[in-house]
């Protein structure tokens, strides 16, 4: 049984930081694509980043780009969101997926598996 945990949302003020753990279990993490997603109220699931299973290759959404930094611990199972520089339009549910598609995609739809996701909130 596929299991992603998130942890390390929470409550930040315009330009703080946060980081994010996803640890994942019931898989061979390293033959999985890695993401993360988020969701605001009434809005559409949206990609942060997405990451290749063996590393090297990392794609991040222009809204984050130069703020956030997504990395992988293969030995450790988990997955990181390095987020700076936080403002109020990034607060959302922040969810990690895995996926073995042979490509590198985007849609949530193309992750079968999904951690219970962890709120994070910037204030203004």
């Known amino acids: 049984q596929v299991q992603l945990v998130e942890s390390g949302g929470g409550s930040v003020q315009t330009g703080g930081s946060l980081r994010l753990s996803c640890a994942a279990s019931g898989l061979t993490f390293n033959t999985y694509n890695m993401g993360w997603f988020r969701q605001a109220p009434g809005q559409e699931r949206e990609f942060v980043v997405v990451f290749r299973r063996s590393g090297g290759l990392t794609y991040y959404a222009d809204s984050v780009k130069g703020r956030f930094t997504a990395f992988r611990d293969n030995a450790e199972n988990t997955v990181y969101l390095q987020m700076h520089s936080l403002k109020p339009e990034d607060t959302a549910v922040y969810f990690c997926?895995?996926?073995?598609?042979?490509?590198?995609?985007?849609?949530?739809?193309?992750?079968?598996?999904w951690g219970q996701g962890t709120q994070v909130t910037v204030s203004s």
């Open positions: 997926a895995a996926g073995n598609t042979a490509w590198l995609l985007t849609r949530p739809t193309d992750y079968p598996y």
